[in-house]
Every structure is written in C-alpha cells, then in structure tokens.
C-alpha cells in the first residue's frame, strides 16, 4: 500500500518537476530539468508512454516501450519511463536495470533515482534505497513528495537491522521398496563367471530413519550464513548385506545484490555400508548467478570435492570437479521450471586405477506449489566416460534418472508432512557388470517443528 500510494503522490510531482524539452541542442542537465536530444518519432513515442503512466496503465506503456528498447536503450528519459512501466507491472529486476541505466548518462536525473528508490525498496533491498531516498530529501522536493519520501524512510528503519535467525530441526520416518537395492546388473554370470548373490540386482523392502536441522542466520537483508545437516539409517530387510548409513553436513553464505545473487559453502559426507566405514567425500562449491528479467534467472556453478573409499576399494578414489549452467524460470512466488547442463571430470587417485573419467549431461526440473502443498519432478541423463579399459573393454555408462515426489504438509498437526516419491534409476553400460534398472517407491514422514 505505501509503495502504491507513493507511486501516485510522488509520479505525479515528478512529471511536474522534471519538463522534457524534446527536441534539444543543449546537453542534458541535472537538477530539475532533464533535457534530450530526440526526432519527432520519438517526442511522440515518449509522449506516449507518459500519458499511460499517468493514466496508470503501465501495462500498455511496457507494451509500448519494451520492443523498442534495443533502438533506444541509453536515452535516459526512455530508460526512466521503461523502469516505471516494469516497476507498476511488476518486473523488478528489469526496473532496476533501466534506471540504473538513466542514471549513468545522467548521474543528476532526480526523477529515475526515485523510482531506483522505490524498485530497491519493492526488491527488499533496503540497504540501498534508503540512501537514494535520503538524497531526494536533499534536493527539496514539494511537499507531496516530501511526504512520500519520509513514510519510505520511516518503513525502512522500522524494519529489523536484521532478520532473526532460524534454527530448523527435523526427524524423518520412510518406508518403502526398492527393485534394486544394491544397484547390481540382473545377470547372475559375467565373463562366464558366476556371480557372488551379493552382486545380483536384489529386491528388498527398506525402512530409513533421519533426523538433522537447517539453520540460518541472516548478516543483512541481502545475505545470510546457512549451516545443515543430517543422520541416517537405512535397513534394507532382504538385502542387509547393503544396509547404510549417511551422515551430512553443509555450511557457507548465500547472498543477493540487486539482481545478482550467490552462494559459497561446503559439505561432506561420511557413509557407512552393513556396519562398517565404506566412503567419504569432502568439497565446496560456489554458484553466482543474475536475474535477467523479472521471470528468468542464469546462474553457473561449480563443485569441487575429494571423493574417498575404505582402503580394500581405494581403487575408487577420485577427485571431483563439475560446473553447471542453469536457466530457471520462475512461473510463480514458488513455481520453477530449470534446465541445467553439467560437465566435469573425476580424477582418478590410485596408479592404474582405471575409475578417471569425464562427465556430461542435462537435467529438467519442476517445483510447483499446490496451495499449501508441493510438487516436484525431475529428469536427467548423465554420461560418464571412462578414461581406460574395464575386462579389456572400453566403458562409457548413460544414467537416467527420475523422480517425482509431492510434499502434504501439516497433514493431521501442524508441521507433520507426508512425503510419497517415486526414484528411477537405468544406468546403460558397454561393460554388463555395470548396466542396471532401479525402482524405488518410499513413503516419507517428515515433521518439523515450528
């Protein structure tokens, strides 16, 4: 309501204060007074545009100005009525853009950096609207806008420095089957050789336990410390040869600037396999990414991390290094739709071991909210090509995976959630020992206090 009413006061001020003197030989000016150079075409187009402004369809001056923005992006009245017309129309991010582009032709230009105010304010970053609207103060404006820039400044500082922390802790229940349990080829011979039944894909109903907590702590409203982590146990009652148990941890900073945002942390895991130390791995990651409209995000990533086995398997021992290029679209407050490409390699450790190979692939993803409740699904494919020969065969694996997996929450009390997914697994190998299919059905309850 404050940003509505103060769009309404303080615009109308501002196409008083500020006359555009279209055409004009002079060079643009700061102050109260912005003067461009423009034809006719374009008096009209800006003309235009303006009088839907102030008619409040902001809708029909984006319709207007969007197409054109390649022609005059840099003229700093059309980048002004731009940035109003994404701010009213709800596309902050591209809002921010246009105005901040005003603003460096025309570093004085009072009535784009009101509305930069006003888009910094409606992005949550508070940190730097509130010294634009400070300096509008200094310029004496009219009353009216006066008014306007002293409620934005009073919302401001009555917000809290800084958000409260939240510490998130959980325990989970699943029960479910698995095809495969222990991700083996269904084939009991292999070079004719017959196989340990340890090593034949085996089908068991499984029970998992966890418990763990997320916990952030906010240093401003722009970035925040992020710390979580979990314990479990899975009990596979017909194949407990391959009974695990996982304990994670993650931790690092995420952060948002405008329309960049980022995170930086690292993780690890130690697992163990029917009682005893089986794998660990240790690494970082980094992600930085930018909104490039007011729906799409680009981000790249990259992952590094040391991937380690019981010292019987330290033939497996690699170093891991991967990078992503991720577009997301963002259908709603809570809805994603993503594409990522992936790429990387593991390093192989041990001389001789022929577990070095290079990574590529893509995956599809979908979160979408249902009321209270969530939907997710997933696709991907993976290609891992190994960099020497297994049984005197060169290999290369193609896994696919899915999942799909819906979130009810607070199914019978508050905070209890009732988590059913379906986890497909086909990994193609020219090597058969290592070709295998994997269906696993779960039902998960979660519960969070609040």
């Known amino acids: 309501m404050l940003a509505a009413a103060g769009r309404a006061i303080g615009r109308v001020a ?3 204060m500020f006359a555009i003197l279209l055409p004009a030989a002079a060079p643009a000016q700061s102050g109260a007074t912005l003067e461009v150079q423009a034809d006719a075409a374009t008096q009209a187009l800006l ?3 303006e009088s839907r402004i102030a008619a409040s369809d902001a809708a029909g001056a984006w319709d207007l100005l969007s197409p ?3 022609e005059f992006a840099g003229n700093p009245y059309y980048d002004y009525l731009l940035g109003i017309a994404a701010l009213d129309t709800g596309r902050t991010s591209q ?4 105005l901040q582009r005003s603003l460096a032709v025309e570093p004085g230009f009072s009535g784009a950096r009101m509305e930069l105010a006003r888009a ?3 992005a949550g970053n508070t940190d730097q609207a509130r010294p634009l609207f400070l300096t509008l103060l200094d310029e004496n404006p009219p009353p009216g806008v006066r008014g306007v820039l002293n409620r934005y400044i009073a919302a401001i500082d009555a917000r809290p420095a ?3 922390a939240r510490f998130a802790p959980f325990v989970e229940l699943t029960v479910g089957h698995d095809s495969n349990a222990n991700g083996s080829t269904d084939n009991n011979q292999f070079l004719g050789f017959t196989l340990s039944p340890q090593n034949v894909a ?8 966890g418990a763990g907590f997320n916990y952030s702590r906010p240093k401003s409203n722009q970035s925040a410390w992020y710390l979580g982590g979990r314990a479990g146990h899975r009990h596979n009652s017909d194949a407990s040869f391959i009974d695990s148990t996982v304990v994670s941890a993650v931790g690092g900073v995420s952060w948002r600037r405008a329309a960049l945002f980022g995170r ?3 993780d690890g895991y130690w697992a163990a396999r029917d009682g005893n130390s089986n794998e660990t791995y240790a690494g970082a990651d980094l992600l930085v990414g930018r909104a490039v409209s007011d729906r799409w995000d680009l981000s790249l990533g990259v992952r590094a991390g040391a991937l380690r086995y019981d010292d019987l398997i330290d033939v497996l021992d690699v170093n891991r290094l991967l990078a992503s290029v991720r577009a997301s679209y963002r259908f709603s407050s809570l809805g994603r739709f993503s594409f990522e490409l992936i790429g990387g390699q593991d390093d192989e450790q041990r001389v001789g071991s022929p577990y070095g190979n290079d990574k590529f692939g893509g995956r599809l993803s979908l979160s979408a909210p249902m009321g209270n409740d969530s939907l997710f699904l997933a696709a991907g494919l993976l290609t891992s090509d190994y960099d020497d020969l297994f049984y005197g065969v060169p290999r290369e694996d193609d896994q696919l995976t899915a999942v799909l997996q819906a979130e009810f929450r607070d199914v019978m009390t508050e905070g209890l959630s009732l988590v059913p997914r379906i986890r497909y697994v086909d990994n193609d190998s020219d090597v058969a020992l290592y070709s295998y299919d994997r269906v696993e059905i779960g039902l998960m309850l979660r519960w969070m206090p609040r």
Do not use: L, N, V
Request: hydrophobic content about 45%; overall charge negative; aromatic content about 16%.
């Open 14 to 16: 501002i196409f008083a």
């Open 47 to 49: 003309r235009d545009a």
């Open 68 to 70: 054109r923005e390649a």
């Open 95 to 98: 809002a921010i853009f246009s």
């Open 120 to 122: 910094y304010f409606d």
């Open 162 to 164: 800084r958000p409260d």
């Open 202 to 209: 085996t089908d068991s109903p499984f029970g998992e336990i």
């Open 264 to 266: 930086a942390g690292i």
